[in-house]
């Protein structure tokens, strides 16, 4: 049976560790693989991407680093900075929107993988997590232009899972860190660049996935 959610023990314990003190074999068998594409890729024994044509993608759950709002609510300048609960729902949603767009428009737009809703022998299950979301410089109005003297906008963690839809078999887990370098806020306003930083992000990890799907049809 296919998992309705992430292996919440899994994802905690692997997003906490620093990439070079990830373990070699996972909690459930899968084996670590030296890979130039994340920083920690692991594969169950003889898994392959070839059998499969069409995608069907998970709706991305999206965690903040532990105390991220209170450390930044303690930082601000001014109380219009400051970062309610409410604020975390909405940068969450917006995130995990993105990464839906980004994912759809290079598997699909650009890989020619249709994007489905139901199992298939050729249809891959794609369930993405990010976890670890650092946000230098939130902006809690999304009406508000905000500039600040950051030079990144943040850092964020993939924490992706692949499954063969038919059988719900775990195929691979990625685990990657990634911190948004040189976005040079200073004259410019956060929101825009918030936004231009994490696609960069996001479209690292989309042509990831779709080059390593197009090299498994090969």
Known sequence: MIRTAIAVFGLQAMSALAADT????????????ASDAAAAVYLAEGATLAPYRRILL???QVAFQKDWQREHNMNVASDRQVVTANDMVRIREALAAEFRRVFVE???TNGGYEIVDAPADDVLIVRPAIVNLVVNSPVPNPGMKIRTNYVSAGAMTLYMELYDSATGTILARVV????SKDA?????NAAVVNKEEADKILGLWARSLREQLDAARR
């Open 22 to 33: 990830l373990p070699d074999v996972t909690h459930d068998g899968l084996k670590r693989h």
């Open 58 to 60: 998970v709706d991305c």
């Open 106 to 108: 290079e598997l699909q």
């Open 176 to 179: 990657d860190p990634e911190v």
């Open 184 to 188: 040079r806020f200073e004259t410019r």
